[in-house]
């Protein structure tokens, strides 16, 4: 898979702002989506996740919706495949 992750956000949310930054301190890549900017990404959201709430992680058929950063890292720990794609095999310990 050779897209960029989604992360879709709302502006002033905290734990959107918790997840961009361990995105940027792990330097992973992703397509941040503000959807209270954008009625089309609210509804891709809504499709993919079956929730209005964020941040909402999408990446293939992976998907990660309304989480802590402790909680993607759970989540992301039990997919290998995906944690290669996205170079986080090498930290996700240490997190």
Not at 38 to 44: A, E, F, V
Not at 65 to 76: K, L, N, R
Request: charged share 30%; proline share 5%; glycine share 4%.
């Amino acid at each position: 898979m050779s897209k960029l992750p989604i992360l879709y956000i709302k502006r002033g949310c905290p734990w959107c702002r918790e997840a961009m930054a361990y995105f940027q301190q792990h330097a992973i890549e992703v397509d941040v989506r503000d959807v209270n900017k954008s009625p089309q990404n609210m509804q891709r959201m809504v499709e993919v996740s079956g929730q209005s709430l964020t941040p909402t992680f999408e990446y293939g058929d992976f998907v990660v919706a309304d989480f802590s950063v402790d909680e993607f890292v759970d989540q992301i720990a039990e997919q290998p495949e995906i944690r290669r794609e996205l170079g986080i095999c090498d930290f996700l310990e240490d997190d």
